[in-house]
């Protein structure tokens, strides 16, 4: 189902202390880089309208959060969520986050968590290569979690999610073992993880949720 259209930010608000673009990143991202502080850093790769960044970075203020949308007017709408909401501790970034996953930018071990929800599922094996949970990806989100970090994945295509199950088990096994996050009952239009839940629990479309908990060498 393609995206609706969106309306663009009022032109009087400013986005700049939520937006970045990609020259604007510093060299290593980390909570200092970013926001002046060290607390706990979460990424969101694929924001879409912000609903989860939004929500998740007002539910915990004691955590930073940093969304990275490749679609430069859904970052541009999400950043201005969290302007809108004075989020102090969320910032969006409005690029391609494979150019991120790397040693140089975001070190070994740093990250809280990892948030994959909804990514596009490049429906052509050829194209798989693509997905966000690529086999050089995987690799990476195990390398930037800290022990005890989470990766949260969900999807609604079955085949991207039982394919992701397996090569997480079979490249990435420090990981553990995926577990199984239970869907909650929404109490208002826009109680859900992201627009796409939303949507998926409308048409009712079943939702595959998992995450995963970084381990040491033994388990």
């Known amino acids: 189902m393609p995206r609706a259209a969106l309306r663009k930010p009022r032109p009087d608000l400013d986005l700049k202390p939520w937006l970045l673009q990609p020259e604007q990143l510093p060299s290593v991202l980390s909570s200092r880089s970013l926001f002046a502080n060290d607390r706990p850093l979460e990424m969101e790769i694929g924001s879409g ?3 989860f960044i939004q929500t998740a970075s007002a539910g915990q203020p004691d955590h930073n959060f940093l969304g990275i949308e490749i679609a430069k007017k859904y970052a ?5 969520r969290l302007a809108r909401a004075g989020q102090t501790n969320a910032k969006m970034l409005a690029g391609d986050a494979t150019p991120l996953l790397t040693p140089a930018r975001v070190a070994d ?14 429906w052509k094996k050829r194209h798989r290569k ?13 390398r930037m979690l800290r022990l005890g970090g989470r990766l949260h994945f969900w999807t609604d295509v079955l085949d991207y999610f039982e ?16 577990l199984p996050e239970k869907q909650r009952e929404s109490t208002h239009d826009l109680d859900f993880h992201t627009h796409f839940e939303r949507r998926s629990r409308r048409l009712g479309i079943p939702v595959y949720r998992v995450r995963y908990v ?6």
């Not at 541009?76 to 201005?80: C, D, E, P, R, Y």
């Not at 992701?164 to 073992?177: D, H, N």
């Not at 970084?214 to 388990?219: A, D, H, I, S, Y």
Request: aromatic share 8%; charged share 25%; net charge negative.
């Open 130 to 142: 693509r997905r966000v949970l690529s086999e050089s990806n995987v690799r990476q989100f195990s």
């Open 109 to 122: 071990e740093s990250l809280e968590a990892i948030h994959v929800y909804f990514p596009d599922p490049w």
């Open 76 to 80: 541009a709408h999400a950043s201005a």
């Open 214 to 219: 970084k381990r040491g060498p033994t388990g």
């Open 163 to 178: 394919l992701t199950v397996e090569l997480i088990a079979e490249i990435a096994p420090e990981l553990g073992v995926p």
């Open 49 to 51: 309208k912000g609903l």
